[in-house]
């Protein structure tokens, strides 16, 4: 079939702040990882390393500099054991501070991160699976010092980790991009593509030498300006020798509810924009819980069946 583009990829949301937490064991994800491998996927991505005092991993650095309170099981060790098992590249997610980089001290987020890239290369950086890098810190626009924390973070994961991919994923900033904690689904602003465009081409510019993939979120516009951002975006990044994948995002933006698992026409529909804008595979946020047989949400192993059976039709 034309313009199919397949979900190759997942973010792995553990330290999160918006969604319902699954409380899975090793059992669990073991369970769903096999669920991704039948689906497809082949690699899996850590959004964050640790958010605020919340962490992945025993990190000596966090819970001295950040008082992070450690975690009972290595996230991390698991989800390498998990991706080995079943040949799936891991990407690491870096630490999102939620304080210093958005209220414009992107130096101490960035020196805060560098230690964190150090400690995690010792302890982990012999896993066959360690891919990639994830910058986890997320924009829309030239705020906080964004060029150069993006510069500087993924230069020093190349350094560290002799060359290692970095992945980055942004979002626009439209008509759904709206806080969490509202019942709203939209608002009455959106940026122009214009503008759009000027924001990115100066950001990409500032970054080319230190990203290598942009997986641009899909959720924040209307389905009929989805086009054209992904046109734009997809030509920034060719421009900027920048690989282009899709953040097709499997929850809902459309709903007062934050989040459901989203509707599979919308989910095609966004898969097959971004086939017809030549890009090459998506990634999602994210596989567990809205579209994995054992979500706890009903929908979400119903989204799982549709998609597969979209990943079976002839071409």
Known sequence: MANKVLIKGTFLDEISHDIPHHNWGEKEWSIDFKHMKSAGIDKVILIRCGYKNWITYPSRV???EEKAIPPFTDLVSMFLRLSEDNDMDFYFGLYDSGKYWINGAYEKE??????????????YGKSKAFKGWYL?????????????????????????????PVLI????????????YTNQSRGEKSISLDEHF????????????????????????DYDQLEDFVKVNKSLADQNKITSWINSETFDRDMPIKFLPIKWDKLRYKLETAGRMGISEAITFEFSHFMSPQSAYLQAGHLYHR?????NEKK
Do not use: M
């Open 198 to 221: 000027k924001t990115w081409e100066s950001i990409f510019k500032g970054i080319q030498k230190s990203i290598d993939i942009v997986a641009f979120q899909d959720g924040h516009v």
């Open 307 to 311: 998609y597969l059976e979209y990943l």
């Open 62 to 64: 966090l819970t001295t």
């Open 110 to 123: 960035v020196r805060l991160n560098c230690k964190i890239i150090d400690e995690v290369w010792d302890f």
């Open 169 to 180: 994923s942004p979002y626009i900033d439209g008509v759904k991009n709206l806080s969490q």
């Open 136 to 164: 986890s810190q997320e924009c829309n626009k030239n705020i906080g010092g964004i060029i150069d924390l993006y510069s500087g973070l993924g230069q020093y994961c190349k350094q560290v980790s002799g060359g290692l």
